[in-house]
Structures are given as C-alpha cells and as structure tokens.
C-alpha cells in the first residue's frame, strides 16, 4: 500500500517510544475489507508486551502530570494539526481496513481531529471547587487530579476517532495511556502514534500494542488485572464490556463502556417526510450500517409508514455499494464472515416472520463481506431485528398507532445508546426526548456525534460519556483537601471587631 507519507505505514508495535515486533516475532495479517487480501502485518504481541507498556505508561506519568495543562494542550493540538494535513493518507487506511467509503473515512480523520482539538482546550478547564467551610478554621478544597495509567480498547467502525475520542481525553487530563486497537484495524492506530510521536509526545505517554482476535481477551485480562491500570475504557460489544467489567472489578479501577445499541428511529405522521428520509439514510447506511448509533428499528405512525418505506427503498436503491477507495461508492463491505452471517440471519428471520422485502436481502453479487442495501417493511417485534443490533445495511420499518405505544415500543430493549424522533411538533419532541430511556437522542437528525456533546449510553450500552466537558472525567478523580488553619480568622475577625 502508498501513501503519500510512507512513514505513515508503520507495522510494528509502539512501546515507550520505540517501535518494536512482538517477543516472538510473531505476526498478524491485515486484511483489505473489499478484496479481503493481506497487505500488511504487524506484531502478535500478548501479556508480556503489555505489561511492559503498562510500565511505560507508568514511569511516563509523574513527569506528564506535572507539565502545566496549557503544555499538555499544546502537544495535542499539534497532534490534531498532524492529522488534519496526514488526513488522505490516515482515510486511506482506514478505508483499507476497516472497509467504509473514502469520503466517509476523510469525514472521520477530522471528527478525530475534533477531539484533539476539543481536549486541548479542556486540558486547561480542569476545575476544581472551593466549598464554603463547615467551621471557621477550616478552608475545604476540591482539586481534579488525573488516576494515573489509562488502557482502552478500541473498536474496528472507527478506527481513529474511537482511538484520539479516549486517548484526549486521558492525556489532557493528565494520565498516560496503552491502547489496544482491534485486530483488524491496527495500522490506523500505529499512524496516530506516529502522528502524536511527531507531535511531541514524550515516551510512554501512550503506547499501542496490537495482536490478533485470539490474544485480545488475554491483553484484556491483562489490563484488568494490572493495579498500575487505573482507568479501563472500552468501546465495543455488551458481550465483551460485561466480561471486562467483572475483570476489572479486582482491581478496582474506573470502568467507561460504550456498548452495543439497538436504536429507534421514530417518526411521527406530523413529520417532514423528505427530511425523515434523508436522516433514515444518515443514521442507517454509515460505515454500511455498522455503528453502535445506526438506526436499529425504524417506528412510523402508521398512516405514513407505507409512504415512508416506499421513499427509504427508493433512495437507499440509489446507494453505491462497492469498494470504499471507488469513487461514488457510498456502501462499503461489511467487516468481516461472522458480520454478514448476523445480517443473513436476521433478514431471514424478518421474512420468515412475514416481513415484506421491498429491497436487497440477499449478499452483493460482488461477493467478499458486502450485503445489498436492505428494507423491510411490516416488521413486528418477535423478529430478531427488533431485539439485536444488526450492524449491517438493513433497515426495517415497524408500523406504530400512537405516542404512548411509540415510546413503549422504542424503550422495549436492554439497550440504552442513541435514539431518534422525527417531529414537528415541539411539545412533543419534549415529551419524547424525555421519556426515551436513551444516553442521546437526535430530534429532526440522524446524526448526532460530535467532539463537542457527551456520547454514551444507559442500561446496556454502558457507562460514562466520551467527548463534551464530561469526557475527561473519567480520567480524573475528586480529592478533598480540607485545611486546618493554625488561626481561626473567623474568630479572630470577631475579636477584632
Ligand atoms: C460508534 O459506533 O461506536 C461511534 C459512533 C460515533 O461516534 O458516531
């Protein structure tokens, strides 16, 4: 593979600013999403080489806590400058392995360029508080110091953003970090690194390790176990995070998950129809339908569910489903055998069901990991689309008869992530935003992420929020100074008077 910045093609593990193989020199292939051939490799690494970026992390931290939080700031925001000029050759990456359209990729370089920009500025907003005293001769403080070492694990939908989205986050507020990309995505993560190297980053400030699918639970394990690890953040599947939240909990460290979803999309009989469409194709069919906010059940009142899923067929029969670096592509492949699997299985359920297939269902006569862009109309709850993220480009429209049933039917999941409403009536929008049990819902959008608001969810889909004013918090911790005053001014005031 070319890049314009060759440099930017790194295939080895970045462990205290070193770049290094595996212990044993074993390795693992990385395989283009479209043409699912090997390109690359990089190391296998386990146990040993995280433990060691632990320690990296670990020694780094005393001297990158200390630095003044504008000089923390000012290394990201070189970092996101980097990435912003690297931005063809980082979507070029990310488009190789990960598989979604070039323009899509380009449009993620700079919502993770958004986060280091974001945090360089929070990194000076760390306030602490000063409460009034309980006695005269006491003054209490609360200062927001950093935990120490971060681990997160990243996800393969978003193999930047979800990377720079924890890692700002944690160095603004003072920790270091070891990131384990997914196995999948690892060549995106090592170019970030070599990004934040070139921006300054002193050694062992964040490190990467990557390895195959295999060895990911024991690096997970890993991090869980290790009392140096003081906060865990992981984006992935409910599966997964439950596991390493009970790992975790020997160690007791902070836990941030962001999990799976199972979003609604409601809309409304009062809706603009056009626009409801248009948000159906924004929050469906990005990354094919494989983000943890896709739309998951699309809920229209009934009178316009028919109209609805007519016009939804019609545009979606206009996507482009082909190799993401193909101009005009708009649907890449699906990531991987078992992805598409999941996507055959609930289309054939839904039909099974007695689902009315108005478009796709079937693989894409280009064979590989694509699926054929997908509506289903007449869709009920009993199918397995109702109750499971499907993560693939299939939407299915459920029929609703009023507000009451459109809300029972949107919160009648375990999951709790993004959630949609379109509407135009105000005092309804109200009602429902708040009545949706929901981490985020978009009203009258279909996108909602941004550098700039807190993303998470509730329930299943996790703890904590990423991005926005919250997301540095679950990097720091509260300590309560309460200080004795040798004299009571308070007191003595009086006397004085
Ligand atoms: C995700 O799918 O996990 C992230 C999506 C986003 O940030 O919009």
Not at 106 to 126: I, K, S
Not at 359 to 378: E, N, Q, S
Request: hydrophobic share 45%; glycine share 10%.
């Amino acid at each position: 593979m070319q890049l314009a910045d060759s440099d930017l093609l790194r295939t080895e593990g970045f462990v205290d600013g070193r770049w290094c193989p595996a212990d044993d020199r074993s390795e693992v292939a990385v395989v283009n999403a479209a043409s699912r051939e090997a390109f690359a490799t990089v190391p296998r690494m386990g146990p040993a080489e995280t433990t060691r970026a632990i320690a990296a992390a670990a020694a780094a931290f005393p001297v990158w806590k200390r630095l003044l939080a504008h000089e923390r700031g000012h290394v990201l925001r070189r970092w996101s400058e980097l990435v912003r000029e690297a931005a063809d050759d980082l979507a070029r990456l990310i488009t190789a392995e990960g598989g979604k359209p070039l323009a899509e990729a380009r449009g993620e370089v700079t919502y993770a360029a958004g986060f280091l920009e974001w945090f360089a500025e929070e990194a000076r907003r760390a306030y602490g508080e000063i409460i009034p005293p309980h006695q005269t001769d006491k003054r209490l403080l609360v200062l927001q110091q950093p935990v120490g070492v971060a681990a997160a694990i990243t996800p393969w939908n978003f193999p930047a953003a979800m990377i720079v989205r924890k890692a700002a986050a944690a160095l603004a507020a003072g920790c270091t970090m070891v990131v384990k990309p997914a196995p999948q995505t690892p060549l995106t993560a090592l170019a970030l690194a070599a990004l934040a190297e070139r921006a300054g980053l002193p050694a062992g400030v964040l490190n990467v390790v990557t390895t195959d699918a295999a060895t990911s639970p024991a690096i997970g394990e890993t991090f869980c176990r290790s009392r140096s690890v003081r906060a865990l953040s992981f984006t992935g599947s409910t599966a997964v995070g439950t596991l390493l939240a009970a790992q975790a909990a020997a160690t007791v460290k902070k836990v941030s998950l962001e999990l799976g979803g199972n979003a609604p999309f409601v809309v409304f009989a009062d809706a603009d129809l056009d626009a409801a469409v248009e948000g159906a194709i924004a929050a469906k069919f990005r990354n094919a339908g494989q983000t943890c906010v896709c739309a998951n059940r699309f809920y229209v009142e009934a009178p316009l569910a028919d109209a609805f899923a007519r016009q939804l067929a019609e545009r979606v029969g206009g996507l482009q489903v082909g190799s993401g670096d193909t101009d005009g592509v708009t649907v890449g492949p699906l990531i991987d055998e078992r992805g598409l699997a999941k996507v055959e299985r609930h289309v054939a359920d839904a039909e099974a069901r007695g689902g009315t297939l108005l478009l796709g269902g079937h693989r894409h006569p280009l064979g590989g990991t694509f699926f054929a862009p997908t509506v289903i109309a007449g869709a009920t709850s009993e199918m397995l689309i109702a109750q499971e993220e499907t993560f693939g480009p299939v939407a299915a429209v459920f029929p609703f008869q009023d507000e009451a049933e459109a809300v029972t039917l949107a919160n009648a999941t375990d999951a709790g992530l993004a959630s949609y409403c379109y509407t135009r009536d105000l005092s309804r929008a109200f009602r429902v935003a708040e009545a949706f049990d929901y981490g985020m819902v978009g009203i009258n959008t279909g996108m909602l992420s941004t550098p700039v608001a807190p993303f998470g969810g509730v329930k299943a889909s996790g703890l904590g929020r990423e991005g926005g004013r919250h997301g540095m918090e679950e990097y720091q911790e509260l300590k309560y100074v309460c200080l004795h005053l040798d004299d009571d001014v308070g007191a003595s005031a009086a006397r004085s008077r």
